[in-house]
């Protein structure tokens, strides 16, 4: 069993940014690819970014390339998602989620997931 705390959301005004951070306990957070999602007020959950167990591989949503940079520090047992020049469509509850099944831009290869920290971009 993994359990997965996000931290690091708030209120932010456009073009500006946030890091978020995934802290896991639990099994061996090495083991598990992680990623980031986000579900954004009356829409479904969507894919954000993955990183493989090792961080030689990265996906993003092709939408967000460029301004989201996913990484982790397998020592620190945490994964982030640095955010930059942010809009307001970007608001959203950003979730972390865990898997033994390897990196994946499919949620349903995801077994665990934390709360969820809320963004929210100001206009």
């Known amino acids: 069993q993994v359990q997965l705390v996000e931290s690091g959301g708030g209120l932010v005004q456009t073009g500006g940014s946030l890091r978020l951070s995934c802290a896991a306990s639990?099994?061996?957070?090495?083991?598990?690819?992680m990623a980031w999602f986000r579900r954004a007020p009356g829409k479904e959950r969507e894919f954000v970014a993955a990183i493989s167990r090792a961080s030689y591989t990265k996906y993003y949503a092709d939408s967000l390339k460029g301004r989201f940079t996913i990484s982790r520090d397998n020592a620190k047992n945490t994964v982030y998602l640095q955010m930059n020049s942010l809009k307001p469509e970007d608001t959203a509850v950003y979730y972390c989620?865990?898997?033994?099944?390897?990196?994946?831009?499919?949620?349903?290869?995801?077994?665990?997931w934390g709360q969820g920290t809320q963004v929210t971009v100001s206009s």
């Open positions: 989620a865990a898997s033994s099944r390897g990196v994946s831009i499919n949620q349903r290869e995801y077994e665990y």
């Open positions: 639990g099994r061996t957070f090495s083991s598990y690819a």
